[in-house]
């Protein structure tokens, strides 16, 4: 055995008086994080061509004043979804490729400390969120289960460790892993996404063994609603697994989460019985998610007793930095130039409300473009933008981006009448409701177990997304509510008046959302895994469908919105009466 000298031992002893007395008897650590911030970085409402109502700018000032309140102990973090939702991120992302990107450089400007990756945030594709943001950020990407296949290891930083007021703070990043379920491999040619319970199961042990923090937290692109179509606590590659994963892997003092723009907080217990808190920030700067952590230090154990409590900070109570918008005003002027450029004009305006209860102009003139476009003899489209419209008038980018609000990319596959079929009847059984009579709900909305319809911040709820809704053209088909659900299709002709064949293989655009899974259109819908679905694949766009459809307006240069008249709806008394009686519950102001 080694015998220390009086020497070395009078040096240990010192080193580790050092380090209890590096450790403070009571403190406060302030942690704050925005999510989903889908390009909500400008003062400006590029869409909507308005000063925002919240932005980055709101969230600038409040960080400040905490900063101000609290020396030393704030930390500041992002769960991702950052490089879409504004045209301003279009621009940066697509147009202009030179300059600096807008998000690293606010996100260095506030002082982040880190930020998650988002599923919008891959959607860019390697060019902008690998080899463009990423190396202009100053601190780390977080995220441990997006997996190099090249090396097995993260692509982005696992986690990072930090300290502040000698607090020593771990924080792990995470990103749903149903990215696969969405986007296609060419957006993410290089990773894999591990299941969130496996993958912190594996880091947890890791920072706890090799890092001793004093505080754990999760910053996790992934929502609370963890039972979401069916799902569990112990679904594997659960969308939503943040509340599985604070559940099932103790450790953890703080999850900070986002993906589902809910705008929550929770108290878990984990499988040990310690208390877990969960704050879910909602969306657009709008909240900012805030959790004060009261440390006493149990000088028998050199451990912290810690006291958490959360809350969400409204933006609207805070003015916008006049230091940051002048910082960033050069940014604004740029990208309204740009949207502001004219590229057609429409004679009627299109709503996109009418979408969600049956055929309307607003989609037929989405398939007119994908079919035009694509040159397939079946256009699938989903409803993107349900509760906007586009006025008659000069037509500009800014428009289109209300038009269509995601970078979708078009998909063009080999179907067989019968799996055009399948395709629909599956759509349509999760939008509309089984009717018994004219006096049910025309749609599928959740219901508590008193009968009573589900609400969440956008409205009430439905059993599938209204981005799931869907409809067809390039076929004349009615829709049979008084027949069983996947039943109630019956396909009449080609559009063009021309026989359908339930054995012939047709041409089908759909966008690269559902294309991917979204929705499962593909996998339950049609019961296509992926090696099936490429086998079928006859081209990838390599635009997205907003500049398709720029496109399609510059060359027709007058659009003259039409309905197509390629579907219907029947009974013909149930649909009107049932979209009346829903009209109540989603669009008060009904048109």
């Known amino acids: ?55 980055m700018a709101n ?19 992002d769960t991702g979804d950052c490089l879409q939702g504004q045209p301003s991120m279009y621009y940066y992302n697509y147009v202009d490729t030179v300059s ?8 260095n400007y506030m002082g982040y400390d880190a930020v998650g990756l988002g599923n919008h945030d891959v959607e860019t594709g390697e060019k902008v969120y690998l080899n463009r943001v990423a190396p202009q950020l100053r601190k780390p990407w977080l995220c441990a289960n997006a997996i190099d296949e090249r090396t097995g290891e993260p692509m982005f930083s696992p986690y990072r460790v930090f300290t502040r007021s000698g607090i020593k703070v771990a924080v792990l990043g995470m990103i749903t892993p149903n990215i696969a379920a969405w986007l296609p491999k060419k957006l993410w040619p290089h990773l894999e996404f591990q299941d ?32 979401i179509d069916g799902s569990n606590l112990d679904t594997y590659k659960n969308e939503n697994g943040s509340i599985p994963v604070a559940t099932k892997v103790p450790g953890f003092d703080l999850i900070l989460c986002g993906h589902d723009h809910q705008g929550n907080m929770f108290t878990i217990a984990n499988v040990n019985g310690d208390s877990v808190k969960v704050l879910d920030a909602q969306t657009q700067a709008a909240k900012v998610g805030r959790a004060q952590i009261h440390l006493v230090l149990d000088k028998a154990t050199n451990r912290y007793r810690k006291q958490i409590t959360t809350e969400l900070i409204e933006m609207t109570d805070y003015e916008p930095d006049n230091d940051y918008c002048k910082t960033y005003q050069y940014a604004v002027d740029e990208v309204n130039k740009w949207v502001d450029a004219p590229i057609g004009y429409f004679t009627q305006t299109l709503y996109g409300e009418p979408s969600l209860y049956g055929p309307s102009k607003f989609m037929d003139f989405i398939h007119d473009v994908q079919l035009e476009a694509s040159g397939a003899d079946v256009s699938f489209a989903s409803v993107l933008a349900a509760h906007d419209s586009v006025p008659a008038g000069p037509i500009t980018m800014r428009q ?15 179907m067989t009448g019968e799996e055009v079929e399948k395709y629909l009847n599956y759509g349509f059984s999760k939008q509309f409701n089984g009717m018994k009579n004219e006096n049910d709900h025309l749609l599928a909305f959740m ?9 969440n911040v956008y409205g009430p709820r439905f059993i599938t997304p209204t981005f799931n809704f869907t409809s067809a053209a390039g076929i004349k088909y009615q829709l049979n509510l008084d027949k069983p659900q996947g039943k109630q299709l019956k ?6 008046g ?36 490429e086998s079928r694949v006859i081209d990838y766009s390599d635009k997205d469908v907003r500049q398709y459809i720029a496109d399609y307006i510059q060359a027709h240069d007058t659009i003259v919105p039409r309905l197509r008249g390629d579907w219907s709806i029947a009974p013909e008394k149930w649909w009107k009466k049932g979209m009346q009686t829903d009209m109540k519950f989603i669009s008060p102001n009904q048109r």
């Not at 055995?1 to 009078?10: N, P, Y």
């Not at 289109?400 to 080999?414: G, I, P």
């Not at 026989?499 to 049609?526: C, H, M, W």
């Open 100 to 107: 600096p990107h807008l998000v690293p450089l606010v996100y």
């Open 447 to 455: 219901f508590d177990d008193k009968g009573n319809i589900l609400y």
């Open 400 to 414: 289109l981006f209300t038009l269509y609000r995601y970078e979708n990319t078009l998909v063009t596959v080999s």
């Open 1 to 55: 055995m080694k015998v220390l000298s009086l020497g070395a031992i009078a040096l240990l002893a010192a080193t580790m008086l050092s380090s209890c007395a590096m450790k403070p008897n009571e403190t406060d650590i302030i942690v704050l994080y925005t999510t989903d911030v889908h390009g909500a970085y400008l003062p400006f409402d590029i869409r909507n061509n308005a000063p925002a109502v919240t932005s």
């Open 59 to 77: 969230v600038c000032t409040y960080v400040n004043q905490q900063r101000l309140e609290y020396p030393d102990a704030v930390f500041l973090f």
């Open 196 to 227: 969130m319970v496996e993958c912190a199961e594996h880091w947890v042990p890791i920072i706890q063994e090799k890092e001793h923090p004093d505080i754990l937290i999760g910053l996790f692109h992934s929502g609370t609603d963890y039972h």
């Open 498 to 533: 021309s026989k359908f064949d339930r054995s012939k293989t047709y041409k089908v655009a759909l966008n690269s959302y559902q294309a991917n899974g979204g929705g499962n259109f593909i996998p339950e819908g049609l019961g296509w895994d992926k090696k099936v679905f």
């Open 491 to 496: 396909i009449i002709s080609m559009s063009d």
